[in-house]
Structure formats: C-alpha cells, structure tokens
C-alpha cells in the first residue's frame, strides 16, 4: 500500500475502500492525509478496531458482518453534517439529521438481528480485539498452506493481502473449474471467483470458523494430490 499521498488542497475528502472484496486487498494501515477519510467499510467492518477519528464517513453494507443484506450502516462526523449541501436527497440531509429524525419506517426485525450479532461479538467472542485475532488465524492458515503448496496462488500482493476475501487461481482453468465443481459437492459454496477476473475465492468473514477454514484446507490439499 502506498505511505504517502499528494491530496488536491481544495479536496473536501478522501475516498477510501477499507477491503476490496474481488482481487482481496486490504488496507492495512489507513492514510494520513489533511482531509477526512470517507471509506466504505462493507466487507470488513466489525472485523477489527481501528482508529475512527480520522474519518469523516464510514459507511457499509451490514450484509458481511453485521447482519441481513437490505441494511447498512453509516456514521457521520459532527462537523461533516454541516456540509451537507440542501439539494441533497431528504434522507441525507441535515434537518432530520439533527433533530434525531426519519423518513422511513425502520426496518425492526433487521435491527433486532442486528443486536444479536453485536451481542455475539461482545458477549461471545469478546469484542473487536479478539474477532481480529481469530479472523487473522484463519486467513494465516489458508495464505500459509497456498504459499507452501506450489499449486494454489494468491492472486494480492502479500503486503495488501485481505483476511476477508482470499482469491486464488490454479494452474489452469480447466482445474479451476473442476476445483469449484468438487468444493460445491463436498459443502464448499460460493467458492468460485469474481466474474471480472476469474479464479477462485474464499470469503472468511467473522462468522466463518476456524474449524470451517481448516476442513477447507483439507479439502484443497486432498484436491491438489489427485489433481498431481
């Protein structure tokens, strides 16, 4: 990841995406720059703590972390909600902001998911330090069998690698194929990579278990024997 940005001067923020699901980048340490970050957070938000003060927005889709896909999150910065310009759509601008209202009927059964899975995260795991611990281990385990393997490659440079979204490629296609055709019978779904670059992916988010990771490695070095 690059250290240094030139940001314009007359730029009001910085956009940012925090992990990138298709080629399974990630930022590791976020920019320091003059203005605020803006990020969307969708697919490793909760999955770790990190500093929210240099940020002037974060928004992200629940579906990965948080809770049921339809639903997001968004937390805005005091001083960003006096920029909101008034063309700005109703939901977005700042009378309803400020007076704590809203132009919806909120979704109720959403939210209450939504608890469950944070009551889970602090009760259960322990809070976002420990979740970024096992989520860590788990990706350590899938990138340290494919690098030893000589068969399995990751796709992202291994300084930028996600602990999300590990895609990987074989050695042809025509295995590729096959590979995801035998994980799918065996109980590994959704294994077959973005269509704008192919290959294969493994998606570990914070509800995926270690054991999950671990059957999944086996799987892949049994795949690698008969496949020679």
């Known amino acids: ?18 992990n990138e699901t298709i080629r399974g980048t990630q930022w590791a340490q976020f920019p320091k ?24 927005l974060i928004y992200a889709g629940a579906q990965k972390n948080v809770g049921p896909s339809g639903s997001a999150v968004v937390i805005v910065r005091k001083d960003m909600i006096e920029r909101i310009r008034p ?4 939901c977005s601008n700042t009378p309803p902001l400020r007076k704590q209202s809203l132009h919806n009927t909120p979704a109720c059964f959403v939210i209450y998911v939504i608890n469950l899975v944070l009551k889970w995260l602090e009760e259960k795991i322990a809070g976002l330090e420990a979740i970024e611990k096992i989520n860590r281990e788990k990706a350590k385990l899938l990138y340290d069998f494919m690098d030893r393997s000589g068969f399995y490659r990751g796709t992202a440079e291994k300084e930028s690698r996600s602990f999300m979204n590990i895609p990987f490629r074989l050695p042809t296609e025509d295995l590729e194929a096959k590979f995801v055709a035998e994980a799918t019978k065996a109980g590994f ?20 278990g270690i054991d999950a990771v671990k059957d999944l490695v086996s799987f892949m070095a049994d795949f690698q024997k008969k496949a020679g």
Do not use: E
């Open 1 to 18: 990841m690059p250290k240094d940005f030139q940001v314009d001067k007359d730029a009001s923020y910085l956009h940012i995406t925090s």
């Open 87 to 90: 063309i700005s759509p109703p």
């Open 189 to 208: 779904a959704g294994l077959k990579g973005h269509r704008s670059v192919g290959g294969c992916r493994a998606s570990i988010y914070n509800a995926t």
């Open 33 to 56: 720059v003059s203005v605020p970050l803006v990020s969307d957070m969708s697919s490793d938000f909760m999955s770790r703590p990190f500093d929210a003060r240099p940020f002037g």
